[in-house]
């Protein structure tokens, strides 16, 4: 009996743009710190509830500016298309 094997699929979507990825990275690495924020504030360890509020708002930043340009470059019609491509070589 043979066991068959499952394409191993990438963890980045081949057929989204890259600042769709990285805002969508960046969303979700800001909700973990935003929970470790919550959770050190509970302990009462400030050094890193102000380190992390940082990088909270940090993460946001990415999440907001790569989201306007995704948006400004689906307004001018540039990912009408999208092929699969490898990460290197997916437009941004």
């Known amino acids: ?3 068959e094997k499952a394409e191993a699929k990438p963890f980045f979507p081949r057929n989204k743009p890259r600042t769709w990825v ?10 973990v710190i935003g929970l470790l ?11 890193l509830q ?13 999440a907001v ?9 689906l307004g001018h019609g540039d ?6 491509r490898k990460w290197r070589d997916q437009m941004w």
């Open 1 to 3: 009996m043979e066991i």
């Open 22 to 31: 990285i805002c969508q990275c960046a969303f979700l690495v800001g909700l």
């Open 37 to 47: 924020v919550f959770a050190s504030g509970w302990f009462g360890w400030n050094s």
């Open 50 to 62: 102000n380190l992390g509020v940082i990088l909270f708002f940090a993460c946001g930043l990415i």
């Open 65 to 73: 500016a790569c989201w306007f340009v995704f948006l400004v470059r």
């Open 79 to 84: 990912y009408r298309k999208p092929e699969e």
